[in-house]
């Protein structure tokens, strides 16, 4: 389990480590779509390169963050219900929801997007919009993205199973959610009026 767990600790920092770096993308859309939007208002004129490179950002930051959200336990999920389950339990679902559902939808992505994005190379596909970009390098991140989320849940698998056998403590139980602390500030914040 040792073995495992040190695995798991490296999917969790290269995770990590892309979740914050291409998490700066949203900043670098949103220059690009004001910049796009100031440009065509002033001078009238348009690019669809432009228009496309948002489009890639945004997915870049879906995909490339998806996998730093599954690692920060912040992923969409019934957190009412969740709350009210005794840990052994809310451990069981995770783990089930992990094995039979997430990991392989990441499998088939990854196994279906790799011939899409090889013939996008070997065609050199471009986009049907003048002046728009290649589509290979947006059809990469599904590759990318879907891989790297397929790690990090093969690294929620060891940790579930660690936790449920008490070899580590619930790296979850310790920290509050973002809506948890959000809702203690505001409680706090009503308290001092």
């Not at 914050?20 to 690019?47: C, H, P, Q």
């Amino acid at each position: 389990m040792g073995l495992l767990l040190k695995f798991s600790g490296i999917i969790d920092a290269i995770n990590r480590r892309v979740g914050t770096w291409f998490a700066l993308l949203v900043l670098v859309a949103v220059l690009v779509s004001s910049g796009n939007a100031i440009v065509r208002k002033i001078f009238d004129l348009s690019s669809n390169a432009w228009l496309e490179l948002q489009w890639v950002l945004f997915s870049a930051v879906f995909l490339l963050c998806a996998p730093w959200t599954l690692l920060s336990n912040e992923h969409v999920r019934i957190d009412i219900v969740n709350g009210m389950l005794p840990g052994r339990a809310r451990n069981a679902i995770d783990l089930i929801g992990h094995v039979f559902f997430l990991l392989p939808l990441t499998i088939i992505m990854i196994v279906t997007s790799i011939p899409f994005f090889l013939r996008s190379i070997r065609l050199n596909e471009q986009s049907f919009s003048s002046g728009g970009l290649p589509q290979w390098p947006a059809k990469s991140l599904i590759v990318i993205g879907f891989t790297l989320l397929a790690a990090q849940c093969i690294s929620e698998i060891v940790k579930r199973i660690a936790v449920m056998r008490g070899v580590i403590p619930d790296p979850y139980m310790e920290r509050r959610s973002a809506l948890e602390a959000e809702v203690a500030q505001v409680v706090e914040a009503v308290e001092k009026r």
